[in-house]
């Protein structure tokens, strides 16, 4: 599987605050996809395959009649949350390699005004009564309990989330398309920002806005002939820990981490790569915590180094140890359940990113942290094959 397939065009609507978009989740999609298309230089009426995540609404059938498709070979949905942006690529990849499709669109799509808060769609009726009655009905609630572990038990410091959201929002006011373009995230401005779930301020969290983005993959020999820069995709397995799974907080061993170990040891395995290889990566925070332990699941730093190692000049482009989220990513871009971050991962390995990072040939997606499935993906240039 590794190096089959790539990512060959990229497409995205712009961010709107949450509940403002004026087109529907659709035509959000459809806009996307178009796009997409367009920049691979494919006719959209070709795309045979399309596969999205979590709640996805905008399924194959009701994107058909607007694209024009002259015939749909493959569609599927991750199952699981945010967890599950990587392994999209895990099934575009399969369909592709196994001739189900030949031309696959990943897409996400998000809109209030036509569906409802992503907390709602993705919680809803996925709650168990634990953490209702205990007075728990957010991701930041749940996830709160475990950066408190992860920073009082396991010693992970403050400076660190502060860094990696200063770090995003300074990619950000690079970005033109970033929602978070105009906030500079100094240390008064973090300091003073108000408390969600401890420990979370304001700007750990990640937005929530109505949009859309897309990736187009094809097959590895058709990708050559394309007019983009192809970005392979080296492996990207999905999958949970063992004593993972719906535990409502019962964990082993890897309660205030991101659950991603075993997941990123078969990524390296599958890719031939290690942590010490990667470029640049872009990590799903949901809320920085849980980003900061999926890079220790990662292998990037240990418990102990967190402090040493997150810090803004590590995590900034183009000369930081680990430039992370260079588009501004969840916190500071925008978060259409993570969507945004595939096609920054492309355009770093293509060279176009607004914070590029110098000859960025291995480029990591992380999935969402603490999902109780999650994914991770490794994407390259053609000289990593």
Known sequence: MRGAAAIVGIGQTP?????TSPEPELKLALRAITAAAEDAGIDVRDIDGFVSYASERSD???LM????????RFSSLVWFHGGALPATLNLASM?????QAEIVAVYRSMAEGSSQRLRVMVAQGDTSAQYLVNGLDSPAQILALRSQRLMEHHGVPQSALKATTQASYYHARNNPHALGRNIEITDEV???????SEPYRLFDCSRENDGAACVILVSAERAR?????????????????QGGGALEENWRPYYATAGQKELADRM??????GPQDVDVAQVYMNMNAMGIGSMIDHGFFSFEQAGEFCTFENLIAPSGRLPINTSGGDLGEGFIHGMGLIPEAVRQIRGTSTNQVPGAALSLVTGGPGDIMSSTALLGSEGTL
């Open 15 to 19: 961010y709107y605050k949450r509940g």
């Open 60 to 62: 194959a059938p009701k």
């Open 65 to 72: 009649p607007g694209l024009g498709t002259r015939e749909c």
């Open 95 to 99: 369909a592709i390699m196994s001739g």
């Open 190 to 196: 973090y300091d003073n920002s108000r408390l969600i």
């Open 225 to 241: 002939d394309l007019k983009q820069t192809p970005a392979y995709v080296l492996a990207a397995p999905m999958g949970t820990m």
């Open 268 to 273: 390296w395995r599958e890719s031939g790569y």
